[in-house]
């Protein structure tokens, strides 16, 4: 069994920063594509971005430029740094696994003056 736990959500101004984590219970989730996703209210899920064992990243078309993933494998950690937010980034974020069952329980974004 595999738990993903996120961080660092919260309200922020337009044009403000965040950076989310994802912590991993198993050291072996450092060999797995990670990833984060999104859900706005009345909106499906979409992905934000990816990133492989090796480093290569990939990113949604609206917040290239923005956001930053990244990962730490001997902290078993992903993270989302988000810059220059906009309003229509709020949303709840989700760590996964693609490809897995494995999700995290989400942490809220806001992004309002």
């Known amino acids: 069994q595999v738990q993903l736990v996120e961080s660092g959500g919260g309200l922020v101004q337009p044009g403000g920063s965040l950076r989310l984590s994802c912590a991993a219970s198993?050291?072996?989730?450092?060999?797995?594509?990670m990833g984060w996703y999104r859900q706005g209210p009345g909106k499906q899920r979409e992905l934000v971005a990816t990133?492989?064992?090796?480093?290569?990243?990939l990113y949604a078309d609206s917040v290239k430029g923005r956001f930053t993933i990244s990962r730490d494998n001997a902290k078993i950690t992903v993270y989302l740094q988000m810059n220059n937010l906009k309003p229509e980034d709020t949303s709840v974020y989700y760590c996964?696994?693609?490809?897995?069952?494995?999700w995290g329980q989400g942490t809220q974004v806001t992004v309002s003056s």
């Open positions: 198993r050291s072996i989730l450092s060999i797995y594509t």
């Open positions: 990133i492989t064992r090796a480093g290569d990243t």
């Open positions: 996964t696994m693609p490809g897995t069952d494995y």
